[in-house]
């Protein structure tokens, strides 16, 4: 009796150690990684132009005039690095655009309940409540800086790419 109590426990703990190393599922796979980097590479000074850059990298964050003459531009890409786990990540299409998940039923519902609400609200109360503006939350994210200077004749002179760690906020999940 208490040799089978002895091998059950061994049994037991035999089992527990297999389930530990078990393989979980198939990783999340991370999501692509932004080509802003590879933009930057592409840009070659004497060669690349003003309308060239806005056509790639869109307006930029900020516009100054250069002591020399010619203009300075300058943006701030921030590249967020989402938790595997996070519900608010972003689902990321192969083709890398973003998709979005369809609506469950239980959203369906709560969209359904928080417009009852409303209008109670507004039936009940007076005056009507204000809205709140969004919640948002800081991320760890690589943030992009680029300084571009243009010559008067519009062409690249110059360009200071400087990647750094920081944070990038973003809504926070309701």
Do not use: K
Request: hydrophobic residues 40%; contains cysteine.
């Amino acid at each position: 009796m208490i040799g089978a109590l002895r091998a059950r426990r061994w049994i037991g703990a035999l089992a527990i150690a297999f389930l530990g190393c078990a393989a979980s599922g198939e990783p999340e796979r991370p999501l692509p990684a932004h080509p802003f980097p590879g933009w930057v590479r592409q840009l070659e000074t004497g060669r690349t132009r003003m309308d060239e850059v806005e056509a790639r990298f869109g307006r930029p964050d900020e516009i100054e005039s250069g002591v020399r003459g010619g203009t300075i531009w300058r943006y701030a890409f921030r590249e967020v690095h989402w938790p595997a786990d996070d519900p608010a990540r972003p689902i990321v299409a192969s083709d890398g655009r973003l998709a979005r998940p369809a609506p469950g039923p239980l959203d369906r519902a709560g969209r359904g309940l928080r417009r009852v609400g409303d209008w109670l609200d507004w039936l009940l109360f007076y005056p009507p409540r204000q809205p709140r503006p969004p919640r948002s939350r800081a991320l760890p994210a690589t943030v992009h800086d680029l300084e571009l200077r243009f010559g008067i004749d519009g062409a690249l002179a110059e360009l200071q790419y400087r990647p750094h760690p920081g944070r990038a906020w973003v809504p926070a999940p309701r």
